[in-house]
């Protein structure tokens, strides 16, 4: 347990670790300490001089190098001739701190009054407006009139485009080096840099392509004024007309939370997405996002929506009623039948597609089928219900095999790379190309491509020996199923046989392809059959265009756009996206987690578990569910590993350090504090009871694996084209070596 010390600020008795910074003490106590420069994520840099306070710490006799006391034994208190910024000075025993003095109120006077020397007036005009620090501060601390001349101020160029996804207004930019510092502590996306000195200085992009990072957007939340805005939201709304939904991000395994801010829109008559905020979840995301998830949700509102189902007649896809529709799905699937399910929809689609398929005798896979084949391993040799990245560190191992961490599960990379850089732990990687993870190995393993299994059978692991714990990453590039399983139980294998299987820090963590692959893997596992290669009626439920399918004589499309495949069925089922309904999702590491309705419905555009549960009842199946909550329960009656979750349990929030999305935006940035709920994890397997090796067989590579490509964050796919500002950066080629 860390050191405690025990100081006093503002009259207030406080208790903090040793090596606390001063602001973040305040702020414990609910004492605010104005700031710019600082922020909690980032380290200390002292440059704003806007958290001055009067710091005094016992007198100490030279002679003794005891405290002095006065008459009545309190220690007497020494301050400074000067004041003392709060944010990099650690606290101290017997350290008093005064905020509120006559110099500490002048010396924050002066420093506003300062930046505002040549900051331009576009508080109207400035997307900032209303949740911007700045504004705050000055209302709060600043001068009522400034003493320079306004036909002084200095004047720069505006709305520079630093790439095309972040635009710099240099006139605004207080130079507090918030974006900078991110993009190279956090992102090691080193692409922005201070240029020219003086009243002149300027952010500036060194990379080429601009502002060359998945994870710009960030700086935009981060920044304390209006000086870095987004290509998706620049003077797209004010922040007082949105309404705020906690949600989560669709994209990868991570399970980032969200918060989608919407607005009624009057050129169209409906609600829109007008920006995606990162939600804290100190678990998950902390308080960050990638670019994808930020700038991918246009298809929500996209222009090939689907509002109505659709019937071909006469070689044409024409509107139908609901009733219509469904007695066709039901005539149909009474037929040989296959359904195939994708995995972004919600835990509670599935499990009643699982039900509905075992009621039928219908074949049932899930798409993309390769995740399905090492499920069930990743999730019985997972991480502990109560892993924590945070606490990855010195002595700990982090195994890296057969991913790309940075490409497919983005805020992992910067969870696991904090691990590595900023506390020490031993990072391994094991890869037939360089990934970004490569630059902070302490061991590199190289095999052929597709070899990634052979090569890890024939590995000791004897430098997994002595370490407290072991998390092992790894994904299924350039692998079939029999590989990608038998990489799997082999990594498994590593962590049941050197002790780590079961241990809250210690486990497998899978590169799944998007937020709900553990989940419907966990809801079909049980009612899950082949599908022979050709059958009469084929019912595909969210299966990406792009996925195989068998051959059959009537396709049922269930999405919510109208894609090249649902042009090709002879009946199509309008399904409502993730921001107009709620539901639950499994992320990778298998926490079970929320989201919200933020739109209302598209035409008549219904749920995925509606649809099914309509069906479902021409069947005469004793279905009545009403809302996502009752199905959860029916699943944690059925689904043993889920038994002890519920909506409530997964719904539940509780205090986070450091304090985001509260009213102190200064603090922490313009990010939203988790009012949705931190969701909860079930148990590994391992963690219920000692696990036997699994018996592995290494397959040849096959011809199906290696002509996979790799999964790239901004991979070619139905939603990304959808992108008003991603679309550009579509990549469809595969990386090379």
């Known amino acids: 347990m860390a050191e405690l010390v025990n100081l006093t600020i503002d009259g207030i008795s406080v208790r903090v670790p040793k090596g606390t910074l001063v602001v973040d003490a305040a702020k414990s106590v609910g004492i605010d300490i104005p700031v710019f420069c600082y922020h909690p994520k980032l380290k200390p840099v002292g440059m704003c001089r806007m958290c001055l306070v009067d710091i005094g710490t016992p007198k100490i006799d030279p002679a003794t190098r005891q405290v002095v006391r006065d008459e009545k034994g309190q220690p007497v208190i020494v ?85 095309d996804l972040i635009f710099l207004d240099r006139e605004r930019c207080i130079q507090c080096g918030r974006c900078v510092r991110f993009q190279s502590e956090i992102a090691d996306d080193p692409v922005l840099q201070f240029h020219d000195r003086g009243r002149g200085m300027e952010i500036v992009t060194f990379s080429d392509p601009p502002f060359d990072s998945y994870f710009g957007g960030n700086t935009t939340d981060i920044c304390p004024v209006g000086a870095l805005t987004t290509a998706d939201f620049r003077f797209k709304a004010r922040p007082w007309e949105l309404k705020t939904t906690p949600s989560l991000c669709t994209h990868c395994a991570v399970g980032c939370n969200l918060a989608l801010n919407t607005r009624l829109e009057t050129k169209t008559g409906g609600y829109e997405i007008k920006r995606v905020m990162p939600r804290q979840n100190e678990q998950v995301n902390e308080i960050w996002i990638c670019d ?35 007695r066709i799905a039901a005539d149909r699937l009474e037929r040989p039948s296959a359904i195939l399910v994708g995995d972004r929809i919600a835990n509670e689609d599935a499990f009643l597609i699982a039900q509905f398929a075992k009621a039928i005798g219908a074949a049932l896979e899930q798409r993309p089928a390769l995740p399905a084949h090492y499920a069930d391993v990743a999730r019985a040799v997972g991480i502990g219900s109560d892993a924590d990245f945070k606490q990855l560190g010195a002595g700990d191992v982090i195994l890296v095999v057969n991913g790309d961490v940075e490409e497919e599960a983005p805020v992992w990379f910067l969870r696991l790379r904090q691990a590595v850089v900023d506390r020490g732990a031993k990072l391994i990687v094991a890869h037939h190309r360089s990934t970004k993870m490569h630059r902070y190995a302490a061991a590199i393993h190289r095999y052929e491509v597709g070899q990634a299994a052979k090569w890890a059978a024939s590995q000791r692991a004897d430098w997994l020996q002595g370490a407290r714990n072991v998390l092992i990453v790894f994904g299924d590039e350039h692998l079939d199923g029999s590989s990608a399983r038998a990489l799997a139980q082999t990594l498994a294998n590593w962590l049941i046989l050197g002790g780590f299987a079961g241990k809250p820090n210690s486990g497998l963590l899978p590169l799944y392809p998007h937020a709900n692959t553990q989940g419907v ?12 290669e050709t059958t009469d009626t084929l019912w595909l439920v969210g299966v990406g265009a792009d996925e195989p399918a068998p051959r059959a004589n009537f396709i049922i499309v269930q999405d919510i756009l109208l894609t090249e495949r649902a042009k090709r069925a002879d009946l199509v089922l309008p399904a409502l996206s993730f921001a107009e309904r709620e539901g639950t999702f499994t992320s990778g590491d298998r926490r079970v987690q929320r989201f919200y309705r933020a739109l209302p419905p598209l035409g008549e555009a219904k749920p995925d ?98 002509e996979r490509t790799p999964r790239l964050l901004y991979r070619d796919g139905e939603l990304i084209r959808r992108s008003a500002v991603l679309r550009t950066h579509i990549v469809a080629e595969p990386l090379t070596a």
């Not at 893997?521 to 022979?532: G, Q, S, Y």
Request: proline share 8%; with cysteine.
């Open 79 to 163: 301050f400074g001739p000067k004041l003392t910024t709060a944010c990099t000075t650690p606290v101290s025993e017997g350290m008093v701190v005064r905020t509120a003095t006559e110099q500490v109120r002048a010396a924050r006077e002066d420093v506003l009054e300062f930046l505002l020397a040549s900051h331009p007036l576009d508080c109207p005009i400035c997307d900032k407006g209303g949740e911007c620090p700045l504004q705050n501060l000055t209302m709060a601390h600043g001068p009522t009139v400034s003493r320079f001349d306004y036909d002084l101020k200095f004047h720069n160029d505006k709305h520079v485009p630093l790439g």
């Open 292 to 326: 994808k998830g930020r700038y991918v949700h246009h298809f929500t509102r996209a222009e090939d929506r689907l509002h109505y189902p659709l019937i071909r007649q006469d070689g044409k896809l024409v509107e139908t009623t609901w009733e219509q529709a469904l």
């Open 521 to 532: 893997f966990d809801m079909l596992e049980h009612a899950t059959r082949p599908a022979n």
């Open 609 to 706: 578990w509606w649809i099914v549960q309509e069906i479902a009842r021409r069947f005469e199946l004793p279905w009545r569910y009403e809302a996502p909550a009752q199905i959860f329960a029916a699943i944690a009656q059925q689904v043993p590993r889920y038994a002890e979750l519920s909506y409530e349990r997964i719904s539940r929030v509780e205090p986070q350090w450091p304090p985001m999305g509260r009213e102190d935006l200064y603090y922490g940035g313009t990010v939203y504090d988790n009012t949705g709920g931190l969701g909860a994890r079930y148990a590994a397997d391992a963690e219920r009871s000692a696990l036997s090796p699994y018996d592995v067989h290494v397959p040849e590579p096959t011809l199906a694996g290696l």
